[in-house]
């Protein structure tokens, strides 16, 4: 059973970067799609600087490809066959653990048949780790995304079959989806706690105990599978709506930009830029696009670096 759930668990990982290179890909087409259209940046969840949506998409885009290349090492880690350590105690026999574990696929044998036992709920643990920092990424773009589309900004529009009403108020249309994969990020969090918990401090060896490892594993992976296609079809089915974007900008977003040409133009030292910008900053039809091209630091707005992005999605493999 040990060799079994580790080869679960390596082809799990493959179907999972198979799935998250997908929406890898598509954000990626997204990003350089709306590189050039504004959307207000948010600090302490407040309007803080003009970023893009092209800006926003490659957020986490790079944040999912860390993941998916996280995953890689989770693999190196799982790719040792336990097999042939018996009850955890090794047999009186040659058995050819080597070439058995070449035959299934293993890079390498996990050589002490008693650590073989004892890594039961670790190996898992730092699978579900994989798992867990998906979600992680996936669940910040959920919640974004009923904020950014919440009548208070309504900076997407939201295709018809992502949305469901309410029981009682006829003008409601909830994107639950993106709920339940938020809340699903603690589910599969509480799940990887949930096995760390059952393994931790047994006796050296095996233990009935491990046998409650496996809901909360194949509970997770079929969690991540299923939030990672409900992430896409939102993702596809979302469309910025540039005019009330446009409309809802605070114009005070821009007094950083402001106190940073007072350094540039008159030598001023930021910090007397700064408060120069509280007291002069007027609002004089600043020039969205330009505004976002002027922020050429590499992985700003005006310079998202998407050729890198477009390297590291070719280079993963599955």
Do not use: W
């Not at 650590?115 to 780790?129: L, P």
């Amino acid at each position: 059973m040990l060799v079994a759930l580790r080869l679960y668990m390596q082809n799990a990982l493959k179907e999972t970067k198979i799935a998250g290179l997908e929406l890898a890909k598509l954000l990626l087409n997204l990003a350089k799609k709306y590189q050039n259209l504004p959307l207000p940046g948010f600090s302490h969840t407040q309007q803080a600087m003009l970023s893009s949506v092209g800006h926003y998409y490659a957020a986490h885009l790079e944040g999912l490809l860390d993941d998916l290349e996280f995953l890689d090492s989770v693999k190196k880690q799982l790719n040792k066959s336990p097999l042939g350590s018996a009850a955890g105690f090794g047999v009186s026999l040659p058995l050819p653990r080597e070439q058995v574990a070449k035959d299934l696929g293993f890079t390498e044998v996990q050589l002490n048949s008693l650590y073989c036992q004892n890594s039961r709920g670790k190996f898992e643990s730092i699978f579900m780790e994989g798992l867990a920092q998906i979600m992680l990424t996936l669940g910040r773009f959920a919640n974004d995304l009923l904020f950014f589309t919440s009548y208070e900004c309504q900076y997407f529009q939201v295709d018809e079959s992502l949305i469901t009403g309410s029981s009682i108020m006829p003008h409601k249309k909830n994107l639950d989806g993106l709920e339940i994969l938020r809340g699903n990020v603690s589910v599969v969090i509480s799940n990887q706690l949930l096995i760390k918990d059952l393994t931790k401090n047994l006796l050296s060896g095996y233990n009935r105990d491990l046998q409650l490892i496996k809901k909360p594993l194949f509970e997770s992976v079929n969690t991540v599978k299923s939030s990672l296609a409900v992430a896409e079809l939102c993702l596809a089915g979302l469309k910025p709506n540039e005019e009330m974007i446009v409309k809802k900008i605070n114009s005070e977003i821009f007094m950083a930009d402001y106190a940073n040409k007072l350094v540039k133009d008159k030598g001023m030292a930021f910090r007397d830029a700064y408060k120069s910008a509280v007291k002069e900053y007027l609002n004089n039809s600043i020039n969205l696009g330009e505004n976002l091209k002027s922020k050429i630091s590499l992985g700003a707005p005006g310079n998202l670096g998407l050729e890198v992005y477009e390297s590291r999605v070719k280079n993963i493999t599955c």
